[in-house]
């Protein structure tokens, strides 16, 4: 029987290659059982959505089933969320959320088929954590940024933890000669069961899903990198000659085995 | 298909096409009209930063007129409902810039067309 804990895992090939096969490939396999399960908004987000001005348009990146397009739900049509995934037969499900045509368009999160700066705020819910290195991890952020309005844009980020909630029921592995500090974040496989109900054949399947588990403070850092490569100030809106952009953070936390960070667009 | 509220925010992302990416361009269109909940504080926040002249001109391509070609100063109620359904009820497909492959996700088709 196929292993249902969490595994370490080393990158040894092309990323967007192991990406393909890792998590894409996956995704479009297991759909709809993924889709069944995820139907529940996480509290922050859910009043993230609900903090926004009316008129506001915003674009999920990594969208999955579009659970968060309905929202706010006390109050349809106040802004417009865009679904945007890679996953097809996720996309197919989203573009239906909450029993609504939805706007969903089919790409990756690290492409920008997007006008500039022409979103107010954007989110990215459990997705960065599936690209296989910094590098792309830190260009999904930079997509980010840009996609929003550099004056008032507002970005919600989630990603996995290595902390994980005592209710979690995945058994992670212990890197045991690092001190906690140190400690840096983590490339695991997530297997996937996939019951046999679900298939045509009469065994379950397991699929390990890549996942790259951020380490404390790592959220932080990469969203922090990604600004000040594209000459933003990571700081609160300052008058100071030169600094013409930032972001600030405005939340920081962890919720139910996830790093989160919201980050505001300033420009003076 | 999407609405031309989100065809008003994509912009052609293939390699190189950098300048003259937007709007997506229609060709071989097909429309669709879906119902939407008018909202009109949503419309009127909104407003300020649509790209106007896309929205009309495409709104024209497909056929509807209801949009006057400059902004109007005063948002009455017919502007509001026509700006609703132009905006929110109008559905259109648009031509991908290349097939669909396997590892590549769709690429839109350019202003200059294929």
């Not at chain 1, 844009?153 to 005592?166: K, M």
């Not at chain 1, 045991?176 to 500090?181: E, P, Q, R």
């Not at chain 2, 409902?81 to 769709?106: G, I, T, W």
């Amino acid at each position: 029987m196929a292993s249902r804990s969490v595994t370490s895992v080393t990158i040894s090939e092309d990323p967007i290659a192991y990406e393909n096969t890792h998590v894409h490939a996956i995704y479009e396999q297991i759909a709809p059982h993924f889709s069944s399960t995820r139907y529940k908004p996480w509290p922050v987000i859910a009043a993230f959505l609900s903090s926004l001005p009316p008129g506001w348009v915003g674009l999920d990146s990594g969208t999955g089933n579009g659970k968060y397009l309905p929202l706010p739900a006390e109050s349809p049509g106040r802004v417009w969320t865009i679904g945007l995934d890679r996953s097809l037969n996720l996309l197919k499900i989203a573009k239906n959320a909450g029993g609504v045509c939805r706007e969903v368009i089919w790409a990756n999160v690290s492409d920008q088929p997007w006008r500039k700066g022409s979103f107010d705020y954007a989110i990215s819910i459990a997705t960065i954590h599936h690209l296989a290195t910094y590098e792309r991890r830190k260009q999904a952020v930079q997509r980010l940024l840009q996609a929003v309005s550099p004056s008032h844009g507002r970005i919600l980020i989630y990603v996995w933890a290595v902390d994980q909630d005592d209710l979690s029921k995945r058994e992670i592995p212990v890197v045991d000669d690092l001190s906690a500090a140190e400690e840096p974040g983590k490339d695991v496989f997530v297997p996937w069961v996939l019951p046999s109900d679900t298939v045509q054949t009469r065994q379950e399947q397991v699929f390990n899903r890549y996942y790259h588990m951020f380490a404390k403070g790592e959220l932080t850092q990469l969203v922090s990198e990604a600004a000040e490569e594209m000459g933003l100030y990571v700081g609160a809106k300052s008058e100071r000659a030169g600094i013409h952009r930032g972001i600030d953070f405005k939340q920081n936390g962890w919720e139910r085995s996830n790093y989160y960070v919201e980050v505001h667009c300033w420009a003076v | 298909m999407v609405r031309l509220i989100t065809h008003n925010l994509l912009a052609c992302h293939v390699k190189g096409c950098t300048s003259n990416n937007f709007p997506l361009q229609f060709q071989d269109v097909q429309i669709e009209l879906r119902e939407a909940d008018y909202n009109a504080d949503f419309l009127k926040a909104f407003l300020p930063k649509l790209e106007w002249k896309a929205l009309v001109d495409s709104a024209r391509k497909l056929g509807d007129t209801s949009l006057p070609l400059e902004q109007p100063e005063m948002l009455d109620n017919d502007f509001l409902k026509n700006l609703h359904h132009v905006l929110l009820e109008v559905l259109s497909n648009r031509r991908y810039h290349l097939q669909l492959l396997d590892e590549s996700p769709p690429r839109y088709m350019s202003r200059k067309g294929v």
